[in-house]
């Protein structure tokens, strides 16, 4: 998965980490340097919701393969807490639902080492039809 990761999207290859991945749970990894800081020392919105999409999609990907023009239909998004500075976000992603159009993926975020949540988000993809 890390290497089709790297070859559809080279941009951010360096980025996140697969850390586990089985056919309903995905645990992703979000290098945090100083691009994905916002004023005050914390990881920005935008940072949180790419690590919770791409585990969302990597989730979907586990199950119905390299399927590259998968993509996010619907997100809902909670931010609960600061991230811890100077740690990765870490992604733990389930997968609630998949059918022939879409997946649901429901996704924790927290700071490397803790265990309570910084985020929470719920993802749905459209799958592309089969030819």
Do not use: W
Not at 17 to 40: A, F, K, Y
């Amino acid at each position: 998965m890390t290497a089709f990761l790297a070859e559809i999207f080279p941009q951010v290859k360096n980025d996140f980490i697969v850390d586990h991945l089985d056919g309903e749970n995905v645990v992703m990894r979000m290098r945090i340097t100083d691009s994905n800081l916002r004023p005050g020392g914390t990881v920005s919105g935008p940072s949180m919701f790419a690590l919770a999409d791409v585990a969302a999609y990597v989730a979907t990907l586990a199950r119905i393969g390299r399927e590259a023009l998968t993509v996010t239909t619907g997100c809902s998004m909670d931010f609960m807490r600061k991230p811890e500075a100077g740690k990765d976000l870490v992604a733990k992603a389930r997968l609630l639902k998949l059918g022939k159009a879409l997946s649901v993926t429901d996704i924790l975020l927290f700071s490397e080492g803790s265990d309570k949540p910084v985020a929470r988000a719920s993802m749905t993809y459209s799958i592309p039809p089969k030819r």
